[in-house]
């Protein structure tokens, strides 16, 4: 239900999710802005969902794996969505300058590894992507595992931006041995299968042509694409709209 006045809506959403249900209430403004403006709004939806998909592993009998200090996964291809791409961006430049140097660093060391290794690795993704072929974005993923490049934001084993980190990073979760985390063999590696992805629904958000363009990208990429990402954001709209748009795929 949305009850709506002249400069904002207020929203009231109850959603199923899995086994259980979601429920908020939230009041948005009717003005034009920029969809990375309501990622907050998504990262705490993002944790609501992945709270009801550790409750059922739990009630299957199951645990999860992960835990502070593991960053075995740190070291994985990471899909952000455009808006997440605009959103960190603004984020790098509120870092102590020492450490946004650090941070810079790091992401072209990796950038120059990836060209060294001359895999073309990003075109064969967004081709694999576009194609919907899972299997193949698998096999990229694990190859660019293998390179072993470690976000940069990665520090002292921890997520140096945790409360901001993507997506995708909130969604991944093992219940098998962490010690497979180390060498990811999909044949022993067992994720948590969540009810629904937020992050993919933000992508196909994120997209200005469903033909063309993936509304995501590898974070590796984020600085080298600093400007495209700017320029490629969707056209701004009613912050109501987007979140209308965002419950709809949610509930679908």
Not at 17 to 22: E, K
Not at 85 to 101: D, H, K, Q, V
Request: charged fraction near 20%; include cysteine.
């Amino acid at each position: 239900m949305t009850d709506v006045n002249p400069q904002t809506a207020t929203v009231n959403a109850e959603i199923r999710i899995g086994n259980r249900t979601i429920r908020f209430s939230a009041q948005f403004s009717n003005e034009a802005i920029q969809l990375h403006e309501l990622l907050p709004f998504f990262q705490n939806i993002t944790d609501k969902v992945v709270e009801i998909a550790i409750a059922e592993v739990i009630e299957s009998g199951k645990r999860i794996s992960c835990h502070n200090g593991c960053s075995a996964c740190c070291s994985h291809l990471v899909p952000i969505s455009k808006a997440e791409g605009a959103a960190l961006l603004n984020l790098i430049e509120t870092l102590p300058e020492a450490r946004r140097s650090e941070v810079r660093s790091r992401f072209a060391k990796n950038m120059a590894a990836l060209e060294e290794a001359g895999s073309g690795l990003f075109d064969k993704l967004k081709k694999a992507a576009l194609d919907h072929d899972k299997e193949r974005i698998k096999a990229i993923g694990l190859a660019y595992f293998d390179l072993d490049l470690a976000c940069p934001f990665l520090q002292d084993q921890s997520c140096s931006i945790h409360p901001h980190r993507p997506l995708s990073c909130r969604e991944f979760l093992v219940v098998s041995d962490p010690v497979y985390c180390v060498k990811p063999d999909p044949a022993v590696v067992e994720n948590v299968v969540l009810p629904k992805r937020v992050s993919s629904i933000l992508y196909n958000m994120s997209s200005r042509d469903s033909n063309g363009d993936t509304g995501f990208m590898p974070l590796i990429q984020l600085l080298a694409s600093a400007e495209s990402i700017q320029i490629e954001q969707p056209a701004p709209a009613p912050a109501i709209d987007w979140v209308n748009r965002f419950l709809e795929s949610l509930g679908g």
